[in-house]
T-cell receptor
């Protein structure tokens, strides 16, 4: 069955430190992968997506993610975290089951220390 | 701003009542998706409409129903409300109907509180 796993429920980093949020997926065919961010009380904002091509994807707000087929992973990275990055981050895979549907991970809540 | 609008932003009601949540998709998008986000269940897909027709169903309760109108806005109707229905309800829109994978754009959500 298709699934997305975000192993870290909470992550705390200091401002200026680097960040990596993990995402593993289970899907037999070519995956279409997304990262969204949800600030408190807000909707989900698209950070970046991977459909095909270059496996290193650049997104908004200085984020990037790397698709690694051999590891079934799509980890999100940022070289230097800002306090405003504190939010919840969701990884999603688009899976086909009669129609293309999003399957979301359970999210990783990021806390940034000043 | 994603271009997807949802009203109302907050809704407080009592058990047993019925409410209607409204969503307007981005200009040009034909698909509307409804999701429920609660603390214990995470983000759950409820239902998708494409150009007025139901396209896919997820974990939607029988007490819930939705429709998409000719102007492409959508309404999610929740009836016989229970305490456990308290959640954030998101609407998302996309250009295609799920026949190709494409990007979903999310609205700001409606926070429903059932007392």
């Amino acid at each position: 069955a298709q699934s997305v796993t975000q192993p870290d429920i909470h992550i705390t980093v200091s401002e200026g430190a680097s960040l990596e949020l993990r995402c593993n997926y289970s899907y037999g065919a070519t995956p279409y992968l997304f990262w969204y961010v949800q600030s408190p009380g807000q909707g989900l904002q698209l950070l970046l997506k991977y459909f095909s091509g270059d496996t290193l994807v650049q997104g908004i707000k200085g984020f990037e993610a790397e698709f690694k087929r051999s590891q079934s992973s799509f980890n999100l990275r940022k070289p230097s975290v800002h306090w405003s990055d504190a939010a919840e981050y969701f990884c999603a895979v688009v899976a086909y089951s009669g129609t293309y549907k999003y399957i979301f991970g359970t999210g990783t809540r990021l806390k940034v220390l000043a | 701003d994603s271009g997807v609008t949802q009203t109302p932003k907050h809704l407080i009601t009592a058990t047993g009542q019925r409410v209607t949540l409204r969503c307007s998709p981005r200009s040009g998008d034909l698909s509307v998706y409804w999701y429920q986000q609660s603390l214990d269940q995470g983000l759950q897909f409820l239902i998708q409409y494409y150009n007025g027709e139901e396209r896919a169903k997820g974990n939607i309760l029988e007490r819930f129903s939705a429709q998409q109108f000719p102007d492409l806005h959508s309404e999610l109707n929740l009836s016989s409300l229970e305490l456990g229905d308290s959640a954030l309800y998101f609407c998302a829109s996309s250009a295609s109907g799920g026949v190709v994978p494409d990007t979903q754009y999310f609205g700001p959500g409606t926070r429903l509180t059932v007392l």
